[in-house]
């Protein structure tokens, strides 16, 4: 299994983001396509609350995750941050 398997994400799915998700990636500086990868190549992929996911992708001294939501053909981005990697490695 793919990493990209292993997190849900498949080509044919369609990716939507929240404002809020949005905003955050404003924010932060965080590019749609850096917010791509996380999703489809994490280095790791956690449970996270109300059944979402957390995808985690590291990006040099820190690590950005993305908090999404998976249904059959929709990825449905909540909410996007970087952090500090000590904290979540």
């Given at each position: 299994?793919?990493?990209g398997?292993?997190?849900g994400f498949?080509?044919?799915k369609r990716v939507r983001f929240t404002k809020h998700a949005v905003l955050r990636m404003e924010q932060y500086g965080i590019p749609v396509s850096e917010?791509?990868?996380a999703i489809a190549q994490p280095d790791k992929v956690l449970l996270g609350y109300k059944g979402?996911?957390?995808a985690q992708k590291a990006a040099g001294r820190y690590v950005v995750r993305v908090?999404?939501?998976e249904a059959e053909d929709?990825?449905?981005v909540v909410t996007v941050y970087r952090a500090?990697?000590?904290r979540y490695e």
């Open positions: 299994m793919s990493a398997e292993a997190s498949s080509p044919r917010v791509l990868r979402r996911r957390v908090v999404y939501e929709l990825i449905t500090r990697r000590e």
